[in-house]
C-alpha cells in the first residue's frame, strides 16, 4: 500500500458502452490504457442497463444488515462479483478526520492492515482529499510511489463519500500490470455512494449500540460507586470500573487538599498495578495544574510537545485531565495516560466528562462519612470517658445498718444513662436513700443528673427530711432552669433505731413493699423537680416489721417491653417481690433484673432501669 504518489495527468478517454452479465466482462474496445494513472468525474457517469442490475442487487444486498463487519465483508463479495481482485481493503476516515485506517481487508499482510494513512498521502490519502478515483496501470511508472507490497504493479482506489462527505476509501490492487480497466474504475466509482450509504447507516448504529452500551456501563458505575463509603476502596473500584470504557494505562486520582494548594496523590495505577501514592504538586503545576485553573477537561494528544507538561511517567505520550466538580468548586482530577501518542480522542473525554460527576459526588460522600465515622468514634471515646465518670459519680457501697441491708442495681439503657440514686448517711443510725430519674437520654440526661447529684450532696449535709430535701432541690433548679428539663425523684431516711422509714415524693414511681406475702404501696405523689416554682411535697412515715421487703423502682422497669409490646408492668414486679421476700436485698435485686431481662427476651431497652431494695432485718 502506497504511502505517497505523485500522479502525471492524463485525459480521461471516454470508456466504451459495453452489455455484460454478473458473472463476466468483456475485454475494454479500442486502445485505451493509461501508462500512469487515471482519474474519473464521479458526477455525471454514464450508465447502461447492466449497471442498473447490479445497483439495484447491491442495494438490496446491502441494506440487509446493520452489522459493520458482515457488511464490509458483503461489500468485498459483491465488488470480487463483477471485478475480479486479490488484495482488497475498505479504509475509513477517523474520528478526527485525519488519519485512514483499514477496517476490512483481503490479501494483506498484518504489517500492513495496522497502517495508519494520513490524509491526504499516499494513493488512499489523496483518493480521500481530491474526492475523485483513481486507477494506475503501472505502479512502477509513478513517481515516488512507495509499495507496501513489492509484488503489485496495478491498483484501483475510490473515494465513499456520504452526504458529500468523505467517510472513507476503498481499495483493490492486482500484481499484475493493466489489471483493472477503465469499466472496472467506472462501475466502482457508481457503486461508491451506495457502499459509503449502507457503511454510515452501520456505523451510525453501531455508535448508538455503543453509546447504549456505555451509558448502562456508566450507570451501573454510578450506582456502585454510591454504595461505596470507604474511601480507599472507593478510589480502587473508580479505577478498575473506568477501565470498563477508557483502555488508559497509567491512572491517577489527585485531590484538593484543605488549603487549596496542593493536588495529592491519592490513587495511582500503572500498566496493571496499583502503586502507592507518594506525590503532591503546588496547585499551579502541569497540565493538571492547568486543567484546576481553566476548570476544564485538558486533552493533550503529545506530552512531549506540551510546555506545561511536568514529568512523572516517562513512558507518556498521551495525558487527558478531568477536573471533579462539587458544588462549584474543583476537589481534585483524573489523571489518565498512554504510552500511544493521539490515544484519548472526543468518545473518551465526552464518557470521562459524564463520569466525572458522579465521581466527585462519590468522593464527597465518601469523605462526608469518614468524618461522621470519626466523629462518631470520638463521640464513642467521650461517652466511654462520661460513663466512667457517671459510675464514679454513684456510690460503690450501699449503708450498713444492723436492723436494714440495703442493695442497688443500675443498668443505662445507652452508654451513659440518666437515672440516678446515692445513699446519704445522716450519722450511725440514720441514712437517706435518693432514687431520681432526669427527663432525656444519653450526655444531656448524665449532665443534668450531676447537677441534681451535686446540688443534693451539698444539701445533705444539713441532714433534711424527705420533704425538706425536695423543696430545696426544687427551688435550686428553678434557679438553673433548663427548658425541657426536670427530673423525678423518690426521697427516703432510713432509722435505724426505731426501724422507720420517712419518704417524700417528686413525681416518681410510688414505691412498694412485701409484708407478709401482701403488696402494699406507699401512697405518696408530688410534682416534678424543676417544673413548678413553689411546690409542696407531703412526706409519710412507715413503720416496719421484721422480713418486710421494700423495692424503690425507675419506670424503665415497669415499663419495660417485650417483642409483643407489652410492658412489664406493676404485677410481674410484686409477684418477684414477693416471691423471693425471704432473700437478701442483694439477691432480691437480682432475682427482679433477671425477670426483666426475660420477660423482654433481648429487645433493646429504651429507658434506664434502676432498682434499690431495703430489706428489714
Known amino acids: 500500500m502506497p504511502e505517497d504518489v505523485s500522479l502525471p495527468s492524463a485525459e480521461q478517454e471516454p470508456a466504451p458502452q459495453t452489455s455484460r452479465d454478473d458473472r463476466a466482462l468483456p475485454e475494454l474496445e479500442g486502445d485505451y490504457r493509461p501508462t500512469a494513472g487515471t482519474y474519473l468525474d464521479p458526477v455525471n457517469p454514464r450508465v447502461d442497463p447492466a449497471d442498473y442490475a447490479y445497483l439495484l442487487r447491491m442495494a438490496e444486498t446491502l441494506n440487509t444488515t446493520l452489522d459493520l463487519r458482515t457488511l ?44 495508519r494513512f494520513p490524509f491526504g498521502e499516499g494513493v488512499v490519502g489523496r483518493v480521500a482529499q481530491t474526492r475523485q478515483a483513481i486507477l494506475i496501470n503501472d505502479v512502477t511508472k509513478v513517481e515516488n510511489y512507495i509499495a507496501a507490497n513489492e509484488q503489485v504493479r496495478s491498483e484501483l482506489a475510490v473515494p465513499l463519500i456520504n452526504k458529500n462527505k468523505v ?23 457508481l457503486t461508491a455512494s451506495r457502499i459509503g450509504q449502507a457503511i454510515e447507516n452501520a456505523r451510525l448504529y453501531s455508535r448508538v449500540t455503543r453509546q447504549a452500551q456505555v451509558l448502562q456501563v456508566l450507570n451501573e458505575i454510578s450506582v456502585e460507586l454510591t454504595s461505596i463509603l470507604d474511601i480507599d476502596q472507593l478510589f480502587e473500584r473508580i479505577g478498575q470500573l473506568l477501565r470498563r470504557v ?31 501514592p507518594s506525590r503532591s504538586l503546588p496547585i499551579n503545576t502541569g497540565i493538571v495544574g492547568a486543567a484546576v485553573a481553566e476548570w476544564r477537561l485538558i486533552n493533550v494528544p503529545d506530552v512531549r510537545l506540551d510546555p506545561r507538561y511536568h514529568m512523572v511517567n516517562p513512558e507518556t505520550r498521551s495525558e487527558m485531565i478531568v477536573p471533579l466538580f462539587y458544588k462549584n468548586r474543583v476537589i481534585g482530577v483524573l489523571d489518565l495516560e498512554h504510552v500511544k501518542p493521539n490515544f484519548f480522542h472526543e468518545r473518551h473525554e465526552r464518557t470521562a466528562t459524564t463520569l466525572a460527576a458522579q465521581i466527585a459526588i462519590a468522593i464527597e460522600n465518601a469523605r462526608l462519612y469518614q468524618q461522621v465515622v470519626r466523629h462518631e468514634q470520638q463521640l464513642e471515646r467521650d461517652l466511654a470517658m462520661a460513663r466512667q465518670v457517671q459510675l464514679r459519680l454513684l456510690p460503690s457501697e450501699c449503708p450498713v445498718h444492723k436492723n436494714a441491708e440495703l442493695a442497688a442495681r443500675f443498668l443505662p439503657a445507652r452508654s451513659i444513662g440518666g437515672d440516678l440514686y446515692d445513699f446519704a448517711e445522716y450519722d450511725a443510725n440514720r441514712s437517706a436513700i435518693i432514687l431520681g430519674d432526669v427527663s432525656g437520654k444519653a450526655a444531656p440526661a448524665a449532665l443534668f443528673a450531676a447537677l441534681v447529684s451535686g446540688i443534693m450532696r451539698s444539701a445533705a449535709l444539713h441532714h433534711p427530711s424527705p420533704a425538706e430535701m425536695l423543696t430545696q432541690l426544687n427551688e435550686s433548679l428553678q434557679e438553673r432552669r433548663l427548658d425541657s428539663q426536670y427530673v423525678t425523684m423518690l426521697y427516703a431516711v432510713w432509722n435505724d433505731d426505731n426501724r422507720t422509714l420517712q419518704v417524700a415524693n417528686a413525681g416518681a414511681v410510688q414505691p412498694v413493699f412485701c409484708r407478709g406475702g401482701e403488696i402494699k404501696t406507699l401512697a405518696v405523689e408530688g410534682f416534678p423537680l424543676g417544673m413548678f416554682p413553689e411546690a409542696e411535697y407531703e412526706e409519710i412515715s412507715v413503720a416496719t416489721q421484721p422480713g418486710d421487703a421494700f423495692v424503690f423502682i425507675s419506670d424503665g ?24 421476700r425471704e432473700l437478701p436485698a442483694v439477691q432480691i435485686a437480682e432475682a427482679i433484673f433477671a425477670d426483666v431481662a426475660r420477660f423482654q427476651a433481648g429487645k433493646a431497652r429504651f429507658d434506664d432501669e434502676t432498682i434499690l431494695v431495703l430489706r428489714v432485718r
Open 246 to 276: 477508557i483502555d488508559y494505562q497509567m491512572f491517577t486520582i489527585m485531590l484538593v487538599d484543605p488549603k487549596g494548594e496542593l493536588l495529592v496523590t491519592r490513587y495511582a495505577w500503572r500498566f496493571g498495578h496499583a502503586t502507592a
Open 72 to 115: 464490509l465483508k458483503r461489500t468485498s463479495e459483491l465488488v470480487r462479483a463483477v471485478i475480479p481482485y486479490r488484495i482488497f481493503a475498505i479504509l475509513l476516515l477517523d474520528e478526527s478526520g485525519k488519519e485512514l485506517r483499514m477496517r476490512f481487508q483481503i490479501g494483506h499482510t498484518p504489517e500492513v492492515e495496522r497502517m
Open 167 to 189: 467517510i472513507g476509501v476503498l481499495d483493490l490492487e492486482s500484481e499484475e500490470v493493466n489489471h483493472f480497466r477503465a469499466e472496472h474504475l467506472h462501475l466502482l466509482t
Open 557 to 580: 422497669i415497669t415499663d419495660a417491653e417485650n417483642a409483643q409490646g407489652e410492658m412489664y408492668g406493676t404485677d410481674r414486679l410484686t409477684n418477684i417481690l414477693c416471691g423471693h
